[in-house]
Protein backbone atom coordinates (compact mmCIF):
# COMPACT_ATOMS: atom_id res chain seq x y z
CA UNK A 1 0.00 0.00 0.00
CA UNK A 2 1.60 3.09 -1.03
CA UNK A 3 1.42 6.69 1.38
CA UNK A 4 -0.62 9.74 0.46
CA UNK A 5 0.58 11.63 -2.40
CA UNK A 6 -0.30 15.23 -3.76
CA UNK A 7 -0.23 17.37 -0.32
CA UNK A 8 1.89 20.77 -0.37
CA UNK A 9 1.92 22.92 2.94
CA UNK A 10 3.01 26.68 3.74
CA UNK A 11 3.33 28.41 6.44
CA UNK A 12 2.16 32.41 6.96
CA UNK A 13 3.77 35.23 8.97
CA UNK A 14 1.34 34.76 11.40
CA UNK A 15 1.59 31.35 12.54
CA UNK A 16 -1.06 29.70 10.80
CA UNK A 17 -0.18 26.62 8.55
CA UNK A 18 -2.03 25.40 5.41
CA UNK A 19 -2.11 22.10 3.48
CA UNK A 20 -2.55 21.68 -0.02
CA UNK A 21 -4.18 18.61 -1.54
CA UNK A 22 -3.84 19.04 -5.58
CA UNK A 23 -3.89 22.49 -5.06
CA UNK A 24 -7.01 22.95 -3.18
CA UNK A 25 -7.12 23.76 0.37
CA UNK A 26 -7.73 20.95 2.93
CA UNK A 27 -6.87 22.32 6.05
CA UNK A 28 -5.95 25.36 7.47
CA UNK A 29 -4.27 25.21 11.32
CA UNK A 30 -3.32 28.01 13.89
CA UNK A 31 -1.77 28.24 17.37
CA UNK A 32 -1.12 25.01 19.42
CA UNK A 33 -1.86 22.99 15.92
CA UNK A 34 -0.25 24.35 13.65
CA UNK A 35 3.18 23.84 15.57
CA UNK A 36 2.38 20.38 16.84
CA UNK A 37 1.95 19.98 13.15
CA UNK A 38 5.02 21.36 11.86
CA UNK A 39 7.06 19.71 14.28
CA UNK A 40 5.72 16.19 12.87
CA UNK A 41 6.72 17.06 9.43
CA UNK A 42 10.03 17.76 10.46
CA UNK A 43 10.44 14.66 12.22
CA UNK A 44 8.62 12.28 10.25
CA UNK A 45 7.58 11.80 6.36
CA UNK A 46 5.85 15.13 5.70
CA UNK A 47 3.35 13.72 3.11
CA UNK A 48 1.96 10.70 5.39
CA UNK A 49 2.01 13.68 8.78
CA UNK A 50 0.00 15.53 5.96
CA UNK A 51 -2.54 12.95 5.25
CA UNK A 52 -3.11 12.08 8.50
CA UNK A 53 -3.68 15.53 9.67
CA UNK A 54 -6.06 16.02 6.81
CA UNK A 55 -7.67 12.85 7.44
CA UNK A 56 -6.87 11.05 3.93
CA UNK A 57 -5.37 7.65 4.63
CA UNK A 58 -4.39 7.84 0.78
CA UNK A 59 -6.65 6.01 -0.21
CA UNK A 60 -8.89 8.13 -3.62
CA UNK A 61 -12.60 8.96 -3.39
CA UNK A 62 -15.07 10.43 -5.25
CA UNK A 63 -16.21 13.93 -3.73
CA UNK A 64 -18.88 13.94 -1.51
CA UNK A 65 -19.13 9.80 -1.62
CA UNK A 66 -18.49 9.36 1.75
CA UNK A 67 -21.04 7.52 4.01
CA UNK A 68 -23.45 6.77 1.35
CA UNK A 69 -24.44 3.55 1.03
CA UNK A 70 -25.36 1.24 -2.07
CA UNK A 71 -27.52 -1.35 -0.67
CA UNK A 72 -31.01 -2.45 -1.46
CA UNK A 73 -31.35 -0.36 2.08
CA UNK A 74 -29.59 2.79 1.04
CA UNK A 75 -32.23 5.73 0.71
CA UNK A 76 -33.03 5.20 -2.96
CA UNK A 77 -33.17 1.71 -2.05
CA UNK A 78 -34.28 -0.91 -4.85
CA UNK A 79 -37.00 0.64 -6.74
CA UNK A 80 -39.78 -0.96 -5.56
CA UNK A 81 -41.37 2.24 -4.27
CA UNK A 82 -42.36 3.18 -7.60
CA UNK A 83 -44.13 0.57 -10.51
CA UNK A 84 -42.39 0.38 -13.55
CA UNK A 85 -44.47 2.04 -16.35
CA UNK A 86 -44.00 0.54 -20.30
CA UNK A 87 -43.47 3.20 -22.67
CA UNK A 88 -44.80 2.92 -26.43
CA UNK A 89 -43.23 4.55 -29.54
CA UNK A 90 -45.53 6.89 -30.95
CA UNK A 91 -45.70 5.78 -34.28
CA UNK A 92 -46.27 8.62 -37.44
Given at each position: ????????Y????NG???????G?????????E??????D????????V???????D????KPGS???S?????????G?AHA???FR??T?
Amino acid sequence: MTGAEGFDYRTRSNGEAVIFHHGKLAKMMRGDEAAAFLKDVEAGDPQEVMGTYVGNDGQAQKPGSAGKSTGPDSLHGNGEAHATKDFRRKTG
